[in-house]
């Protein structure tokens, strides 16, 4: 059975960072397409980062140069590493494996004074 877990959010001020993490069991990461997605108060989910079993990255136009996705094989685990963030930025995070649609539960990221 495939469980994605999230965690790593939290109230952060402006400016800030956070880094978010996707704990995989069930299926390897390694080998799949993972993505990061969000959903703010009242507006629909969605996508923020993604990367394939090459490693290879896409990132949406409003986090490119500010967010980082990444992953630890060994770990089974994708990060959301999150700089510069802005209170547009503030919205429960959801990992996905985008091979299979699994999702989590999402973690909660709010950026305010």
């Known amino acids: 059975q495939v469980q994605l877990v999230e965690s790593g959010g939290g109230l952060v001020q402006p400016g800030g960072s956070l880094r978010l993490s996707c704990a995989a069991s069930?299926?390897?990461?390694?080998?799949?397409?993972m993505g990061w997605y969000r959903q703010a108060p009242g507006k629909e989910r969605e996508s923020v980062a993604s990367?394939?079993?090459?490693?290879?990255?896409n990132y949406a136009d409003f986090v490119k140069g500010r967010f980082t996705i990444s992953r630890d094989n060994a770990k089974n685990t994708v990060y959301l590493q999150m700089n510069s963030l802005k209170p547009d930025d503030t919205a429960v995070y959801y990992c996905?494996?985008?091979?299979?649609?699994?999702w989590g539960k999402g973690t909660l990221v709010t950026v305010s004074l």
């Open positions: 990367i394939n079993f090459r490693g290879i990255t």
């Open positions: 996905n494996d985008l091979s299979t649609n699994y």
């Open positions: 069930g299926m390897p990461v390694s080998l799949h397409t």
